[in-house]
């Protein structure tokens, strides 16, 4: 989890020579891409991870409000749960890992630090939700994503591009919306388990469910693996770095009459993992641990008063405690939220209105050793008004949200965003967006012996174009982008603001992320193809260098075979070069890996899944000196009956 110093305390400069081997992207792989892309002929929002029969589900993250996907004019992605089992992936991160716009960045194995960059957007700039509740640190900044549970996630949904005329601060690259099961009519019960390389040990079990005006859904997993050496610098414990977590998940909804639910939900999370700190010596070996703590709770109540206007009333909770030992180290972010939302539809015209407030408290225990630090505790509020305006009428659809929020302690900021789209035929349609969003400082960065308190809010403008095509089994679409950053937060070394003599935090930057997005799906028979390119160029404004541990060019292209009562699947996932430091010096080679698996049922309730992850033996490394998974292995069976 942490590397050198604790990533709470200060960031730390990475010098670890990178290794030079792919400089190049694997060019074959974007032209085959491209191929794919222009010949595609299936989703209108050109998504390798929607299906066709899902264009005419809902969403709701785009809005906060249900609207159809194929209506959405936010540049969304949709995982469903099939999609997630096939996966057989240990995080939500490599489920993450193979949509477009998305890179990640990781101190070794699952259960260390974990970066995701939507847009090439810092990992503090994407708003997170698990059911609706607000996910974030207050020490780091962002999700901790190395610590939400995969196990209990039933789908995900993305949106590319600015969101904080909607959601508030953080939402400057996008918005990412997790989903816990939901019980539907009948019961459906299911229990799976599975194994593979290094030693790792999957279990889960499970029901959901609906009777009368109740459902429910209940989950519990467990994992471990004894993992790799992640740290494979000299000098550092060459132990094996495994980890071990249990999570459940209940949700519970009961719909009073017609026009009245209630529902609640609870997630929680515990992990331990390893990591090798400084400090290493033969004859005293140290274990060092990441302690990990996830908890997010939440309660709505959903009035449709008539048939015109609607309300819902949410309360959500969460909480996030990292510690790490022998070396002790304790954060905790804890977060309480209040939404009331109100949404008006008239013919072809939707009014919203919400009013929120977000509760913020970091407390962090004295560090000691090489974490000696102050005791903090921080408190803040935020209070936001939002205004949303929807139209939808022939070929016309527009989207128009104005929101504003006032900090306890930097007072207001106001944000807005418009969209609009114009299909001109039945299978193209057009879009057009602007937006602005800010982030506000953490309580770390402003409280801490390396804070500032008169830091100001990280602030962004957004504007997009997009083109999508689809038709019957077959889609394309490109999105072109360009996100502006000023006020960016960056580590001051040379700073003398803040009561520490190693630095401090300061508006000190600004960064430009700006790209192009080509995705496409095709179908032809019983074979699903799927692929995106992404093109960006993620940039600090002041130095003229592209943003650390960012490609250039990175894209996926995945195929899935259904072969009688086999489906036989193949990915082919690729990152161009990037750079370990700012100054631009240190480069990180590029990479193609190639994913394979293969499932089919034993009995009407019982699949079988196999799956060879980075089949050629690929080595690489998203930080200098962390190692990477090599070859891995995983079968696993699941039953899955209903009733």
């Known amino acids: 989890m942490l590397f050198g110093f604790t990533m709470n305390q200060f960031p730390v400069r990475i010098g670890a020579a990178p290794r030079r081997r792919v400089r190049a992207f694997a060019r074959p792989l974007f032209v085959t891409t491209s191929l794919a892309a222009a010949c595609s002929a299936a989703s209108a929002q050109a998504d390798p991870a929607v299906s066709v029969a899902a264009l005419g589900e809902t969403v709701v993250t785009a809005t906060r409000v249900e609207q159809r996907l194929a209506d959405a004019l936010a540049d969304i992605s949709v995982i469903d ?70 196990a209990q996630i039933d789908r995900i949904e993305v949106v590319r591009g600015p969101a904080a005329a909607i959601y508030g601060s953080d939402a400057i690259g996008g918005v990412i919306q997790l989903f816990t099961r939901k019980g539907e009519a009948g019961v459906a019960p299911y229990v799976g388990v599975g194994g593979g390389t290094d030693g790792l040990f999957k279990a889960e079990a499970g029901v959901s469910g609906a009777s009368g005006a109740f459902d429910y859904a209940l989950g519990v997993a467990t994992e471990r693996s004894r993992g790799f050496n992640a740290r494979i610098t000299p000098g550092y414990n060459p132990d094996d770095d495994g980890y071990e977590t249990t999570s459940g998940s209940l949700r519970l909804g009961l719909q009073i009459n017609p026009r009245q639910r209630i529902e609640g939900t609870l997630l929680g999370n515990v992990m331990d993992s390893d990591y090798d700190d400084y400090g290493y010596t033969p004859a005293n070996p140290v274990d060092d641990r990441n302690h990990h703590t996830l908890r997010a709770a939440g309660i709505n109540w959903s009035s449709q008063w008539t048939d015109h206007y609607s309300t819902k009333l949410a309360i959500t909770d969460s909480a996030s405690l990292y510690r790490s030992t022998p070396n002790f180290y304790q954060t905790e972010t804890t977060q309480r939220g209040y939404l009331f939302q109100n949404e008006l539809k008239f013919g072809a015209h939707r009014f919203t209105a919400d009013l929120e407030r977000r509760e913020d408290d970091l407390e962090n225990a004295p560090g000691v050793g090489l974490y000696a630090s102050p005791a903090l505790s921080g408190q803040r509020s935020q209070d936001g008004v939002a205004l949303g305006y929807g139209f939808q009428q022939g070929p016309h659809t527009l989207q128009l949200n104005v929101r504003h929020d006032d900090d306890s302690e930097f007072g207001g900021n106001t944000t807005g965003s418009a969209a609009y789209g114009f299909a001109f035929t039945p299978q193209w349609r057009a879009t057009v967006s602007a937006g602005s969003a800010f982030r506000a400082p953490t309580l770390y960065q402003r409280f801490s012996e390396y804070g500032v308190a008169s830091l100001q809010p990280e602030e962004s403008e957004n504007y997009e174009v997009g083109l999508r095509w689809a038709q019957d089994a077959s889609s394309v679409g490109v999105t072109v982008y360009r996100n502006r950053v000023k006020n960016l937060i960056d580590f001051d070394y040379n700073s003398t603001a803040c009561v520490s003599n190693f630095g401090c935090y300061g508006n000190v930057g600004r960064a430009q992320y700006e790209g192009v997005t080509l995705a496409a799906t095709h179908r032809i028979g019983d074979v699903s193809l799927r692929g995106s390119i992404d093109w960006q160029n993620p ?50 080679g590029g990479y193609t890996l190639l994913n394979l698996s293969v499932s089919r049922p034993l009995t009407r309730d019982v699949t079988l899944l196999v799956r060879l992850d980075n089949a050629t033996d690929k080595d690489y490394q998203f930080v200098p000196g962390y190692a990477t998974a090599g070859r891995t292995f995983y079968a696993g069976i699941r039953w899955s009956p209903k009733y």
């Not at 990781?106 to 503090?124: D, K, Q």
């Open 81 to 150: 749960r099939a999609t997630i089992e096939r996966s057989g992936a240990e995080s939500v991160a490599d489920v993450l890992a193979k949509v477009q716009g998305i890179q990640i960045s990781r101190n070794g194995g699952p259960g260390t630090a974990t970066s995701v960059f939507l847009r090439g957007a810092e990992t503090r700039f994407t708003a997170v939700f698990i059911d609706g509740i607000r996910v974030d640190s207050q020490a780091t900044g962002g999700a901790p994503w190395e610590v939400i549970p995969l």
């Open 539 to 588: 940039r600090n404004l002041d130095t003229d260098t592209l943003l650390v541990r960012r490609a250039r060019q990175y894209g996926s292209l995945g195929v899935d075979w259904r072969l009688g009562e086999w489906l036989l699947g193949g990915e082919v996932l690729a990152s161009g070069s990037r750079y370990a430091d700012e100054a631009n010096t240190q480069e990180l």
